[in-house]
């Protein structure tokens, strides 16, 4: 949830214009109406607009935006600490918003409609248990891990929702929630359950038991701060110099460490031609980890290096890189390299006929036969407009494809045209023995260890290994690509394929403030390139910005899923950036 600049634009019919009034009030959606928000449009002093937002069952509440503004009948907003965007048209009536939400490189359609007023705003006052509570049943030898989301309605009720998370089941809606002194209690019609609990005196716990047949004991615990308590970012510093920055990170991420020790992150930072890399908990600067997405911009500049060989064009159909006979040619329009490269093809995040043997490592058995049996079944048509659709299946097609027509394997394509001439002696996907031991545990969103991923025919989508002071350098090259070391291979050719490859080429979301060239996303204000990556026990996140000649990497030894919080990986960054731009930064 590598996960991941935003913009917000609302039009009020044809006619009218919006103000900020009007718009005042609680929103409420739901991403691919699975993942509940809550978008908060509230009036300052000066009369313009405030935002945060909520993802209830991400726990994620109180999420700041920024810079929103109302022109007309656009409204416009960013939201730095998830990276995502989103736009939208308001009906006639002013009630709902229909568009699309954008973030992590994913598009998808997002409907918000007004549930509260700013007229019923002036009458609601919080409620104690106003926020996200976390807790675990435990059954014999099967422990279920729930989380429960209130907030204050309309009236002086108390709307609330439940996730089961180890279930997957996400945004349970509850009813007759009431707090009648300390006493809690819910219904939870759709699993047929009861809570009964007592709030502590410090408002920080509940003591309770769930019914759903068999009563068991059930003890909540707040989750984050309360909407008082919400962690403000730290006031501005003079910017610090690079080689004051670990002493500073080593005071953020000790509560960290000490929180969870089997935690391991590496920090790398490139600042005008200087390095360092950190490395805290269990983690060393060697630690190799997984970086899962971020592979694909592997496979990208390998296209880039690809083109300038003369081997494939941008514009040459996917389907004349196959074997001959995998699949026929469309009547009409048909995926090229460039589509699979700018995630614009029109295929699906992921092929249908992914079933994997083992779910702890769901890519290992997906083989190049069947990829080449869903082509068949599915056809290389692109569809007249297609708009950006992250898809793991079309970049891993793209590194097939490309691999064929290198006449090797794509790991062994990526050392001759990427790791190889850039000296990169860590990025691989195979692990010498000496590299094993420097393999750092990983571990899932519930802290327990899980094995290592391993992809197949769908390689170039996730399957390296690197290491921060490799990824470093690997953005050194691309910030400056008039002088890149070429070790061997096709490095003569690597100058002239960057800018190929870095050159932003189509829409990521249609306010145009982020973009994509083959593979890299961009920030277009910033003129910042990133892309972040998630396996099941490992997290990364390469940002770097030509303008300031500046790199920061993350490496982060778990799925990055953070009840409460943005991305661990996002929120590093930013506290790196904010630290070295003495700007206000939030504490880790």
């Not at 004349?320 to 090229?336: D, F, H, N």
Request: charged share 15%; hydrophobic share 40%; net charge negative.
């Amino acid at each position: 949830m590598v996960l991941v600049g935003c913009c917000l634009a609302v039009h009020w019919g044809m006619a009218q214009s919006a103000s900020p009034q009007a718009l005042a009030g609680d929103w409420q959606g739901a991403i691919a109406g699975k993942l509940p928000l809550v978008l908060h449009l509230r009036t300052d002093q000066s009369g313009g607009l405030t935002a945060t937002l909520d993802s209830p069952t991400q726990g994620a509440m109180g999420l700041e935006g920024a810079d929103a503004k109302l022109a007309g009948t656009t409204f416009s907003l960013q939201v730095p600490a998830v990276q995502g965007s989103y736009s939208g048209t308001i009906s006639a009536d002013g009630k709902t918003i229909a568009g699309t939400w954008t973030q992590g490189g994913q598009s998808t359609p997002l409907v918000f409609h007004q549930t509260v007023t700013a007229a019923e705003l002036a009458q609601m006052k919080p409620s104690p248990v106003d926020g996200t509570w976390n807790g675990a049943l435990h059954a014999g030898q099967v422990t279920l891990r729930l989380a429960f989301h209130f907030h204050a309605a309309p009236g002086g009720t108390i709307s609330g929702s439940m996730d089961s998370i180890d279930q997957g089941a996400m945004g349970i809606a509850c009813s007759d929630v009431k707090l009648d002194g300390q006493k809690l209690t819910l219904s939870v019609p759709a699993v047929h359950g009861t809570y009964e609990g007592t709030l502590s005196a410090d408002g920080k716990s509940i003591q309770g038991t769930w019914s759903q047949g068999t009563p068991l004991e059930l003890n909540l615990n707040r989750a984050g701060a309360t909407a008082a308590e919400a962690p403000k970012p730290m006031p501005a510093q003079p910017p610090l110099a690079l080689k004051d920055l670990k002493p500073v990170l080593d005071k953020e991420f000790a509560p960290v460490v000490a929180a969870w020790p089997q935690g391991g992150v590496v920090v790398g930072v490139l600042d005008h031609g200087q390095r360092q890399v950190m490395a805290f908990g269990t983690a060393k600067p060697d630690s190799i980890f997984e970086i899962g997405s971020v592979t694909k911009t592997f496979t990208g500049l390998a296209l880039g290096q690809m083109v300038l060989q003369k081997k494939v064009t941008l514009d040459e159909p996917v389907r004349e890189l196959l074997p001959p006979g995998t699949v026929e040619k469309p009547a009409g329009p048909e995926i090229s390299l460039l589509d699979l490269a700018t995630q614009h093809s029109g295929l699906p995040r992921l092929p249908d006929n992914l079933k994997p043997a083992n779910m702890a490592d769901p890519y290992a058995d997906y083989s190049a036969e069947k990829l080449e049996a869903y082509l068949k079944q599915h056809g290389v048509a692109r569809p007249e407009k297609t708009a950006f659709l992250y898809s793991n299946l079309g970049v891993g097609l793209l590194g097939f494809a490309l691999a064929q027509r290198a006449g090797v394997s794509w790991p062994q394509m990526i050392h001759d045209e990427v790791t190889g001439p850039m000296g990169l002696k860590d990025t691989v996907v195979t692990l010498s023995a000496e590299q094993q031991a420097r393999f750092i545990q990983g571990y899932n969103g519930a802290h327990d260890a899980v094995g290592p991923w391993h992809l197949d025919a769908l390689a170039g989508a996730g399957a390296l290994r690197s290491t921060a002071t490799d990824l470093l350098t690997y953005c050194e090259t691309l910030m400056h690509p008039d002088r890149p070391k070429a070790k061997h291979g096709d490095g003569k050719t690597l100058a002239q394929a960057i800018p190929l490859v870095l050159d932003p080429r189509a829409d990521v979301d249609p306010s145009g403030t982020m973009k994509i060239g083959l593979v890299w996303l961009v920030r277009m204000a910033q003129d910042e390139y990133w892309h972040d990556g998630g396996t099941g026990g490992y997290s990364s996140l390469v940002v770097f910005d030509p303008k300031k000649d500046r790199a920061i990497v993350v490496l982060y030894n778990c799925e990055d899923i953070t009840p409460g919080q943005p991305q661990m990986t996002d929120r590093i960054a930013a506290n790196v950036a904010a630290l070295l731009d003495g700007k206000p930064a939030m504490s880790l």
